[in-house]
C-alpha cells in the first residue's frame, strides 16, 4: 500500500494542514520564473528568431554533442554502475566519492580542472596533442565537457536500479549454468533497464543545458562550441532579449520532451 491508493480522508487525516503552507510556497518560487519567462516570450516573432544561424548552428551543434555524450555516458557509466554494486568496504567510499564529486563542483572549477587535464598543457592534453589530436576549442571539447558533468547523473539513477535487482535471480541463473555475460545480459540489465533509460535521458538534459564549464574549456566559438546555453548568454549581452528569450523556450521544450520521453520509457519498460 502507498500514500496514494489511501483514500482522500485518509490522506488527510495523516497530513497535517499547515504543510501546504511551505509546500504552496516551494511550488511558487519554482513555478514563478518559468510563468515569468513564458509570459515575456516574443511569441509573434519566434518563427523567425529560431529560423536565425544562429539559434539553428546552436541548436544542431547542442543535440550532437549531447547525444553523443550521451552515449558516452551510458557505454562508460552502465560498466561503471554495475561494478560499483559488487564492490564493498572503503574502496567503493572512495570510488562513489570520485563519482559524486562533479554532482557538487562549480561549474567555472569543473571547467578549471578540465582545462588542466585535457588542455595543450594538461596530461591528457599533451598527449593528444602529440598525436596531432588536440581537443582545444572543438566539439570534442564539448563532448568531453559534458561527459564530466553528465556522468555522475547517469551513473546514480542507474546505480539505484541495479542494486534494486534481486540477487538471488541472478544466483539463480548462476546455478543454471548462465556465465556471467548471460546474467548480465538477460537477467540484471533488463530488471534495471527502467533506471538506466531514466539515467540516459537525465545525461542528455544535463548535457544540454551546461553552460559554465564549457566556456571556461571550450570557449565560445561558432559552431564548434557555442551550445545553446552559450548563444542564450551571449545574445543577452548582444541586447538581443527576444533572441535570448525565444532560445530559452527552445531549450524549456527540449527539456519537457526529454521528460516526457522518461515517462513513457519507464511506464513500458516497467512490468504490467
Known amino acids: 500500500m502507498t500514500h496514494r491508493s489511501l483514500s482522500r480522508p485518509l490522506r488527510r487525516a495523516i497530513t497535517p494542514a499547515w504543510l501546504w503552507i511551505p509546500a504552496a510556497t516551494a511550488l511558487a518560487l519554482l513555478a514563478g520564473p518559468l510563468l515569468a519567462l ?3 516570450a516574443p511569441w509573434s516573432q519566434m518563427p523567425a528568431l529560431l529560423a536565425e544561424p544562429a539559434a539553428r548552428t546552436a541548436l544542431g551543434l547542442s543535440l ?3 547525444a553523443t555524450s550521451t552515449l558516452a555516458c551510458v557505454g562508460l557509466g552502465l560498466p561503471l554502475a554495475v561494478v560499483l554494486t559488487r564492490l564493498g568496504g572503503p574502496l567503493l567510499h572512495v570510488l562513489r566519492s570520485i563519482l559524486l564529486i562533479p554532482l557538487v563542483l562549480s ?3 569543473s571547467g578549471i580542472a578540465l582545462l588542466y587535464f585535457w588542455g595543450p598543457r594538461g596530461a591528457a592534453g599533451e598527449l593528444l596533442g602529440g598525436l596531432g589530436l588536440g581537443v582545444g576549442f572543438s566539439p570534442a571539447a564539448v563532448v568531453l565537457v559534458q561527459v564530466f558533468v553528465a556522468l555522475p547523473f547517469f551513473v546514480v539513477a542507474a546505480l539505484s536500479s541495479l542494486e534494486a535487482v534481486d540477487p538471488d535471480l541472478e544466483l539463480a541463473a548462476a546455478n543454471a ?4 555475460t548471460q546474467i548480465l545480459r538477460h537477467i540484471t540489465l533488463p530488471l534495471a533497464a ?3 533509460l531514466v539515467g540516459a535521458l537525465l545525461a542528455f538534459a544535463r548535457s544540454l543545458g551546461e553552460y559554465g564549464a564549457t566556456i571556461t574549456f571550450a570557449g565560445s566559438v561558432e559552431g564548434r562550441t557555442r551550445t545553446l546555453p552559450l548563444q542564450i548568454e551571449l545574445s543577452m549581452n548582444s541586447n538581443r532579449p527576444e533572441l535570448a528569450l525565444g532560445l530559452c523556450l527552445m531549450l524549456l ?3 519537457l520532451l526529454v521528460l516526457g ?3 513513457l520509457g519507464s511506464r513500458s519498460i516497467l512490468p504490467r
Open 107 to 109: 561549474p567555472v572549477v
Open 177 to 180: 549454468g548462465a556465465n556471467a
Open 253 to 255: 521544450a527540449l527539456y
Open 194 to 196: 527502467p533506471g538506466v
Open 261 to 263: 520521453a522518461a515517462h
Open 64 to 66: 550532437a554533442t549531447s
Open 38 to 40: 513564458l509570459a515575456n
